[in-house]
């Protein structure tokens, strides 16, 4: 029976088939005989498939030809280049001088150990998995992360262990159940959060804790005590992971700091509010006027729907569409900015008015029906320059906002807590 160890190293003669199958179709190549010179395909399949999933994703490590990967489910769960940085910033930021000593207690590939490698001065990675850690054993010191500790063990056991609290803990608990399905509950993943959290608190300054973008946080702040900060993550556009940062001391929920970043390739749109921000800002309603906003998915899922507006000096349309409105242009938002051509009830001979072509790219918010059902309704077609939005106003009218997309330069929005005005809620 094969094990990873026969898998790692990577022959000089498998590195070769590797680079020149790298675009290949891969049942094509487990059905190729010819040419294989006795190598075992299957193997260096996986190795080809994981090339092919991660190019993007993992642009360095994909780029060294001595690496060897994992099977399929510990490729989907690890953190992209991007992302993995971004967190080792968090950690950077967090404290004024480097951290001694961080614990990665779900090595998994490996990702975002690499990253910590980058801002402290040690990092020790554990995995309960024997091939995951062996293969991580393998490639960190590969790409150059000399002060990571590859430990195969159960991290409670190793936590518990502890005569000291160290610096930082990170987690990224498995987001699967015994059947392979999805979840997003603390308490249903593994390891299970929710049970830990004493335990990882009594042998931590910092917990970093990374979840899946479906996490309620407002429950996860009520579960979890000594939350100090969250990043809801984005990489061009979609949301990717929500950290939370914790601390020893306890803070108040209202001072809980909140940031959304989208990770574009032009740059990272920043926004960063307090929850007491969110709650005492006054935003005035009004029906559509010349422009309209519409907040980029990270700033959606962070719940700055009235932030957002406060900072830019904008309307809502209503209370809970999460849609704003200005006479003059508003540079720099964070998110998409639309030119309003026309407001119309939700009727197919209405729209056609202003959609001659029945041909546009449709979004729902606060409105009774989905895009597929609505689509079907209007006979409305993907595509084109225009965009349609329907929505509820303030007065409950349902309506169709035919607009066009304004084109802007968003490069790097980034926005402080003091810069929004305080006023009691109306």
Not at 266 to 286: C, K, N
Not at 381 to 401: H, I, M, P
Request: one cysteine or more.
């Amino acid at each position: 029976m094969n094990t990873i160890s026969d898998k790692i190293p990577l022959t000089t003669v498998e590195k070769a088939f590797i680079a020149a199958n790298a675009q290949t179709n891969l049942q094509a190549l487990l059905l190729k005989q010819s040419g294989s010179n006795g190598l075992d395909l299957k193997k260096l399949a996986v190795q080809i498939a994981a090339r092919q999933r991660l190019r993007h994703k993992l642009p360095t490590w994909v780029a060294n030809p001595d690496l060897v990967f994992p099977q399929t489910v510990s490729v989907e769960q690890a953190s992209s280049e991007q992302t993995a940085r971004y967190k080792a910033g968090v950690v950077a930021k967090t404290t004024s001088t480097p951290p001694a000593h961080l614990i990665d207690g779900t090595g998994g590939m490996g990702v975002d150990t690499w990253a910590f490698a980058g801002v402290a001065q040690r990092v020790t990675y554990l995995e309960r998995d024997a091939d995951l850690a062996q293969l991580a054993q393998h490639n960190l010191p590969l790409l150059g992360c000399t002060n990571a500790t590859v430990l195969n063990t159960q991290s409670d056991l190793f936590l518990t262990s502890l005569t000291a609290p160290v610096d930082w803990i990170y987690l990224d608990p498995a987001r699967r159940d015994s059947r392979g399905a999805r979840v997003a509950q603390l308490d249903a993943c593994e390891p299970n959060v929710v049970a830990w959290w004493p335990m990882l608190q009594a042998r931590s300054t910092h917990i970093l804790l990374k979840t899946a973008p479906l996490i309620d946080l407002e429950a996860t702040i009520r579960q979890l005590p000594n939350i100090q900060a969250i990043h809801v993550v984005a990489v061009q556009h979609e949301v990717k992971e929500v950290l939370f940062v914790a601390g020893t001391g306890p803070i108040l929920p209202d001072d809980i700091l909140i940031t959304a970043v989208d990770m574009t390739s032009t740059g990272e749109v920043t926004f960063t509010f307090r929850r007491a921000d969110e709650r005492s800002v006054s935003v005035p309603l009004r029906d559509p006027a010349q422009y309209l906003y519409e907040p980029n998915a990270a700033i959606l899922k962070a719940g700055a729907f009235r932030a957002v507006a406060a900072r830019f000096g904008l309307t809502k349309l209503a209370a809970h569409s999460h849609l704003y409105t200005s006479e003059t242009l508003i540079n720099a938002f964070p998110g998409r900015t639309f030119r309003v051509e026309a407001v119309c009830k939700p009727s197919r001979s209405e729209l056609q008015a202003y959609v001659p072509t029945l041909k546009a790219n449709l979004t729902v918010r606060n409105f009774p029906q989905t895009v597929e059902d609505l689509r079907k309704k209007l006979s409305l077609k993907e595509g084109g320059d225009q965009y349609v939005f329907a929505t509820t106003l303030q007065n409950g009218d349902k309506r169709l906002l035919v607009t066009s997309k304004v084109a802007s330069d968003r490069i790097i929005t980034n926005f402080t807590p003091n810069t929004i005005p305080r006023e009691q809620n109306q």
